[in-house]
T-cell receptor, first 110, second 111 residues
Framework: GQNIDQPTEMTATEGAIVQINCTYQTSGFNGLFWYQQHAGEAPTFLSYNVLDGLEEKGRFSSFLSRSKGYSYLLLKELQMKDSASYLCAVRDNYGQNFVFGPGTRLSVLP | DADVTQTPRNRITKTGKRIMLECSQTKGHDRMYWYRQDPGLGLQLIYYSFDVKDINKGEISDGYSVSRQAQAKFSLSLESAIPNQTALYFC??????????FGPGTRLLVL
């Protein structure tokens, strides 16, 4: 079966660092994606990992361990505009489909 | 102009009515998807299509149908709308090698 877990909600302070975890059990794996979604808006692509390790993109980094079925998204120097939901998604072996986690709602406080 | 567009952006309808949500894309992608999102939940796949002649059911296809009229157009129909189909609907496209690109969403309310 397909199962992706993320914490439901997180809170952090402006300027701080926050790590959002994602664990997955899927029938196949061909990449893990992170999306940001502001309330009522479309998800937008943040990062992509297909090999183990850390991918860095400005204030955002994403890590993957395929053997552990685990990824995290790291957000540095938090800003108020980072308040949003963060969705973890796995693409299956054949690149056919994306399976989405429930999302983590992040609130950044002043 | 947006690469993926959806019409309408908002729709209110009554139980039992048939409605259609439309999606168009200018990215030239073969793959198109329809998702629904309920408050506080992730995206659930309704249907997907990998080319004009290919239609596949997703995890929650009951009560929905789709039509791929052209590479650029993928429409979702609710044959007889019911209140628990009230949700935010997203269309997405992909070329299969990279991420998906989402439309702005259609907010549907079924009374």
């Amino acid at each position: 079966g397909q199962n992706i877990d993320q914490p439901t909600e997180m809170t952090a302070t402006e300027g701080a660092i926050v790590q959002i975890n994602c664990t997955y059990q899927t029938s196949g794996f061909n990449g893990l994606f992170w999306y940001q979604q502001h309330a009522g808006e479309a998800p937008t692509f943040l990062s992509y990992n297909v090999l183990d390790g850390l991918e860095e993109k400005g204030r955002f980094s994403s890590f993957l361990s395929r053997s552990k079925g685990y990824s995290y998204l790291l957000l540095k120097e938090l800003q108020m505009k980072d308040s949003a939901s963060y969705l973890c998604a796995v693409r299956d072996n054949y690149g056919q489909n994306f399976v989405f986690g429930p999302g983590t709602r992040l609130s950044v406080l002043p | 102009d947006a690469d993926v567009t959806q019409t309408p952006r908002n729709r209110i309808t009554k139980t039992g009515k048939r409605i259609m949500l439309e999606c168009s894309q200018t990215k030239g992608h073969d793959r198109m998807y329809w998702y629904r999102q309920d408050p506080g939940l992730g995206l659930q796949l309704i249907y997907y299509s990998f080319d004009v002649k290919d239609i596949n059911k997703g995890e929650i296809s009951d009560g929905y149908s789709v039509s791929r009229q052209a590479q650029a157009k993928f429409s979702l129909s609710l044959e007889s709308a019911i209140p628990n189909q009230t949700a935010l609907y997203f269309c997405a496209t992909s070329d299969g090698t990279e991420t998906q690109y989402f439309g702005p969403g259609t907010r549907l309310l079924v009374l």
